[in-house]
Structure formats: C-alpha cells, structure tokens
C-alpha cells in the first residue's frame, strides 16, 4: 500500500492555495494556475506536508508533519505520458520549493 502525504499550501498574497483539495469542489485542478501565479510573483509560501503511513491493523495511521517556511516555487513541470506507448500512466506535475526554513 502506499503511503499518503497530504499538502496544504498559504500563499502571503493568494492565502490558501490549497483550499477545497480533494473535495467534490475541485473537480478539476485549480491549484496549478494558482502555483503558477505564485511562481510569477515569487510569492511566499508556507507549505506543510502531513505524511501518513500503513498501521500496522491495516489503514493509515498519522506519521509526521514537515513544515516549509518562506519558501518560494523555483520551477513547475508538467509530465503527459504518450497515450499510444504509454496509456496506463497518469498525467504528473512537479513543484521545486526554496525555503528559509524547515521544521
């Protein structure tokens, strides 16, 4: 199984970029225009990432928190697997962060 880490994301301009995540308001991605706003204004964040893993009954269980403060996005890539040579996989994005701190 594997484990599960959820991101929340407040911008010092935009707030929280993050809000409504995977709720049935969401349907779509509104989260990477507001990544890419925030990329184009060098905006800061203050990202915290909830990492969960398999317990050991099963289901998921709570493991740690990291917290990233003033941190900026450097870079967003966008990878679209070939639906003729690759039609199993899904559509990823990446984030690159800089930040002051890290908890």
Known sequence: MASLIYMSVTGSKQGLISSECSTVASIGNKAIPLFAQALDDNEKLYCEFKFYRTAPI??????FLLRLK???I????FFFPN?????GMQPQESASLKYATIE
């Open 58 to 63: 099963g289901g998921n269980e709570y493991c």
């Open 70 to 72: 003033s941190a900026i």
């Open 74 to 77: 450097t870079d967003l890539r």
């Open 83 to 87: 639906s003729m040579t690759h039609n």
